[in-house]
């Protein structure tokens, strides 16, 4: 079983539409979470960190924990071509380290 | 959040030559970390460079072939060594800053785009 688990996608959304972004991870004892966007070319570039069970809002982004479910997810409202990427879940390993799921390709289209 | 560069930013190099990628970051981070992004794959993470120290290295990556060093809070190099083509990747560099509250998150520099013919 991977650490860190996404669907690879890829997910394609209208604009204006809601896009939902899902990630599992296999270490219980996960205290911290995050999710990285990442343009073609580009390097990660962080959009939100979440440390508790429930919701974190940050503009048109919602990030959702569930530690019992282990379970992190991403929501982009309003999505805009600019959205377009590929997103990567990120779990803290007991070492400081970070884990990376394998990324999910998003396509909004006008 | 840290201004975190990386030299080179690409480079094309031949089998069996070495290559030392550096990373500078502006302002003192407690940690420095090394990753590779293979082609259309996610990020893997090489070594942890600990500062005055040897790096601690992950399952599969060996000092003689990816030697790191950290003098300081604000510098690490990542030497590449006898390079084959399977190399060829993007290498990249990620700092925790040491700022209130936010000392879990790591910030990723620019990249280094690698190719070994």
């Known amino acids: 079983q991977k650490e860190v688990e996404q669907n690879s996608g890829p997910l394609s959304v209208p604009e204006g539409a809601i896009a939902s972004l899902n990630c599992t991870y296999s270490?219980?004892?996960?205290?911290?979470f995050f999710w990285y966007r990442q343009y073609s070319g580009k390097s990660p570039e962080l959009i939100m960190s979440?440390?508790?069970?429930g919701d974190k809002e940050d503009g048109r982004f919602t990030a959702q924990l569930n530690k019992a479910s282990q379970y992190v997810s991403l929501l982009i409202r309003d999505s805009q071509p600019s959205d377009s990427a590929t997103y990567l879940c990120?779990?803290?390993?007991?070492?400081?380290?970070?884990?990376f799921g394998a990324g999910t390709r998003l396509t909004v289209k006008p | 959040s840290a201004v975190i560069s990386q030299k080179p930013s690409r480079d094309i190099c031949q089998r069996g030559t070495s290559l030392t990628i550096q990373c500078q970051v502006d302002?003192?981070?407690?940690?420095m970390f090394w990753y590779r992004q293979q082609p259309g794959q996610s990020l893997t993470l090489i070594a942890t460079?600990?500062?005055?120290?040897?790096?601690?290295?992950e399952s599969g990556f060996v000092i003689d072939k990816f030697p790191i060093s950290r003098p300081n809070l604000t510098f690490s190099t990542l030497t590449v060594s006898n390079m084959s083509p399977e190399d060829s990747s993007i290498y990249l560099c990620?700092?925790?800053?040491?700022?209130?509250?936010?000392?879990?998150?790591?910030?990723f520099g620019p990249g280094t785009r690698l190719t070994v013919l």
């Open positions: 979440i440390y508790s069970n």
């Open positions: 460079a600990n500062q005055g120290s040897e790096a601690t290295y």
């Open positions: 990620s700092v925790c800053p040491i700022l209130a509250g936010d000392t879990d998150t790591q910030y």
């Open positions: 270490d219980r004892g996960s205290q911290s």
């Open positions: 302002s003192q981070v407690t940690m």
């Open positions: 990120a779990v803290k390993g007991p070492n400081n380290d970070m884990r």
